[in-house]
């Protein structure tokens, strides 16, 4: 496609105006619709309406805010094949042709509570009524006894160029396989997230949950003495920075009671659209040592914004975000740059945190590179050419170094 093409290409009634100078980048400038599109969509629906009154086809429709806290990972099924389901615009919609969806209450013991067993599957009955196993059950009682929190699979496939192994993040459906929501590539000698990957929903992600709280867990990776439960601690934190640095008043320069290192999510919590999605990013196999201010300043940001693109966009993005180098901080001496570690073992505080955004439909993306050192104040390098200006990226917060210095680059650079 040439770049004129690009740039007249239209999605969904919005133009979208595609800024890259290569083959990526993309941002929206949105066309309002007119009158007359929208009296054409009312008699659509009107239209849509009359055929499945007419027909009595079942249709069932669940608003996403009416699920339960408690509600079971939503499966497609295709055959003996179980696969996460996800949705379009604000409901849960089924009609005749949707055929079986299967509800999955995973974690020992957990049921789901009409069936009692942790695997049922469900067809539309009308409205928000459902069979399950042969009696009508309304949507809002179809929940799981627990909580589902998500569960870990460690694998011994090699990633990261052979520095890591595969974990997957997700859901396991005993004798119909783990079901991955998250792959995260873990260098198992270091304890440290080389990156994750997921796919973000656009057509569903202004949708999704927000109300989702969670607590980290960890696999059986982490050992009695890599434990991050209490590594995140600040008084561990600043015990291990004056260890690193030197002294407690040179350690104090960087652990104060605003300023510390937190959990940061990799795969970011609200790009899933469940409750389940959301809570199977509580693995200690997603998180990464970041700065306070950089995590609530520039890399939030940059996860909204992957947001906003898909769901301009409308379209399933494949997100892959991680890391690159260890950040280095003066020993009290003056003399040495000291690796920071959240212990001896590992847990490598990252220099910098990378996400990567792909559209398979349009072949394209771009990279957001974050510095994650807000002590930071002038770059000699960067890790790929800043092309933030010529793609129509540039924030005027992603040069403050406080919130930690975010730029652009050609995915295709960032190696």
């Known amino acids: 496609m040439t770049m004129q093409g690009i740039k007249d290409f239209i999605l969904n009634n919005k133009l979208v105006l595609f800024l890259s100078v290569a083959l990526f980048a993309f941002v929206i400038s949105t066309i ?63 009609d005749k042709d949707a055929g079986e969806t299967a509800l999955l209450c995973s974690g020992t013991g957990n049921v789901l509570e009409k069936s009692t067993k942790q695997l049922t599957k469900k067809t539309c009955s009308k409205g928000t009524v459902f069979m399950v196993e042969g009696a009508e059950a309304e949507a809002k009682d179809l929940k799981c006894k627990e909580a589902v929190v998500g569960d870990i699979l460690a694998t011994t496939e090699l990633c ?88 407690a008043d040179h350690a104090k320069k960087y652990i104060t009671d605003t300023q510390y290192l937190v959990k940061g999510h990799v795969t970011p919590i609200r790009d ?38 898909a769901a301009h966009l409308n379209e399933d993005l494949i997100v892959l975000q991680g890391t690159r180098g260890v950040l280095e901080l003066p020993h009290a001496t003056g003399s040495v740059m000291t690796p920071v570690t959240l212990v001896t073992a590992g847990i490598e505080v990252p220099l910098w945190s990378w996400k990567v955004l792909k559209s398979e439909k349009l072949n394209a993306g771009i990279a957001f590179v974050t510095l994650n050192n807000p002590y930071e104040t002038k770059l000699e390098q960067l890790l790929c050419e800043n092309i933030c200006q010529q793609t129509g990226w540039s924030d005027s917060q992603f040069t403050e170094y406080k919130k930690g210095f975010t730029y652009c680059c050609d995915p295709n650079m960032l190696c």
């Open 32 to 94: 309002s619709l007119a009158s007359s599109n929208s009296s054409k969509k009312t008699a659509i629906e009107q239209c849509e309406a009359s055929i499945w009154e007419a027909t009595e086809l079942p249709r069932c429709s669940v608003a996403v805010s009416a699920l339960p806290t408690n509600d079971p990972v939503y499966l497609k099924v295709n055959g003996t094949a179980l696969s996460l389901w996800n949705f379009d615009g604000p409901a849960l919609e089924w």
């Open 160 to 247: 990261g160029n052979q520095r890591g192994y595969l974990y997957r993040l997700g859901f396991n459906a005993d004798t119909n396989g783990f079901i991955t929501y998250i792959e995260s590539c873990m260098n198992s000698l270091t304890f440290s997230v080389l990156y994750t990957k997921h796919v973000l929903p656009g057509t569903a992600i202004k949708s999704a949950v927000t109300d989702t709280t969670g607590t980290w867990r960890k696999s059986t990776l982490f050992t009695e003495t890599v434990n991050p439960d209490t590594l995140y601690g600040q008084a561990q934190q600043l015990a291990r920075m004056t260890e690193l640095l030197g002294t």
């Open 272 to 309: 899933g659209i469940f409750h389940t999605w959301q809570h199977a990013g509580f693995y200690y196999e997603n998180a990464v040592p970041q700065w306070k201010d950089v995590n609530e300043g520039n890399w939030k940001r940059v996860e909204e914004l992957t947001r906003d693109i």
